[in-house]
């Protein structure tokens, strides 16, 4: 049985913290047995505002061994797994810190706040022989998983096009302080650039537009031509400044020689050029249970996390990185130069 521990309990832990109990309620060989924070006694009465709703509003922690100070956990605990969900410029140094303790780590995207600071983390996990994954949940989502299974199998030819969005209201508290969150280009448009990292590799180069609104040193919103050497027409966007009832909202559509695949509204819709369309029977499960379920499993067996390892996951910060530079430069073509791990 794998004693797990959770440091963060915002949105996003929250989110985790749930499909942990599911998990453990359906049999799985984990117990979550320490949440830490060092708001804790705060955030355990209060809800948490996202862009998808968590089971609950307020939280009844009574049977898990709260603490304020990771030390303090680390301390009190024999811990096998750590899930990590808080704020990006805190997730490098702990997460290496944790790896050389002896302990498996998830970490929540992005990887780091910096590309540099994602390749120590890579190399913390392969010195260390621990198994260190990163929480793009885009790879673990059953329609963002479907689009794969195309690319990879051939079995609507080659893909044309592409396009890509992702949106919502500006979310509260130090998101808006980008020196911390990076803005919307690090905190959500790297979901669809790491997917397009995931379904294709790295690019060549990219060519992005981007416009500040209300988030201090960073981006709000932004549009990227991801640029590869069979001319496909790759496109994303995103932008965090959707106010009013708009909601949240993820979308893509990829254009095949034989079919194209849409999916919007929560919906994946496939329209083969000699048929009719189709929906895929997908999993009802979203991401971030399957992720965590991924987690658990792989380091039960002793495997890699193969689907996100923290190389990869490094690339697409990279890639992210390239993105901003030109946006910096007003749309101008940025090469994306990957680093190597140990280089």
């Known amino acids: 049985m ?5 440091i963060g309990f915002g949105f996003m832990g929250r989110m985790h913290f749930d499909n942990y109990v599911r998990l453990m309620n359906e049999g799985a060989q984990v117990q979550l047995v320490a949440v830490c924070d060092s708001r804790i006694e705060q955030l355990k009465n209060t809800s948490a505002g996202g862009n998808i709703a968590t089971a609950q509003e307020v939280y009844d922690l009574s049977t898990y061994n709260l603490y304020e100070s990771v030390e303090e956990m680390l301390e009190n605990e024999e811990l096998d797994i750590v899930n990590l969900t808080l704020p990006t410029p805190l997730h490098a140094d702990l997460t290496i810190s944790l790896l050389q303790q002896g302990i498996h780590v998830m970490c929540e995207k992005p990887i780091a706040r910096t590309s540099q600071e994602a390749w120590r983390m890579a190399e913390a996990a392969k010195s260390t022989g621990k198994t260190l994954m990163i929480g793009q949940c885009l790879r673990f989502w059953p329609a963002y998983e479907y689009m794969k299974q195309c690319v990879t199998d051939g079995r609507y030819g080659e893909v044309l096009s592409g396009s890509f969005f992702r949106g919502g209201a500006t979310p509260q508290g130090w998101f808006r302080n980008g020196e911390l969150s990076g803005g919307c280009m690090l905190d959500m448009h790297i979901h669809d650039t790491d997917m397009i990292n995931w379904l294709f590799g790295q690019p060549e180069a990219v060519s992005s537009v ?16 991801y640029i590869y050497a069979d001319g496909k027409v790759l496109n994303a966007q995103a932008d965090w400044t959707l106010q009013g009832e708009f909601g949240f909202a993820m979308t893509f559509r990829l254009n095949f020689e034989g079919a194209n695949i849409v999916f919007e509204q929560d919906h994946l819709k496939v329209n083969p050029n000699d048929g009719p369309s189709f929906s895929p029977e997908l999993s009802p499960d979203m991401g971030y249970y399957r992720e965590i379920q991924y987690f658990i499993e792989v380091v039960q067996n002793g495997q890699p996390a193969s689907v996100c390892t923290p190389e990869s996951a490094a690339a697409s910060l990279e890639i992210i990185e390239a993105e901003i530079r030109s946006a910096d430069n007003r749309g101008a073509l940025e090469r994306v130069q990957l680093t190597r791990l140990g280089k």
């Open 2 to 6: 794998l004693k797990a521990g959770l």
């Open 210 to 225: 981007a416009r500040n609104v209300i988030t201090g040193s960073a981006y709000d919103m932004v549009s990227t031509n």
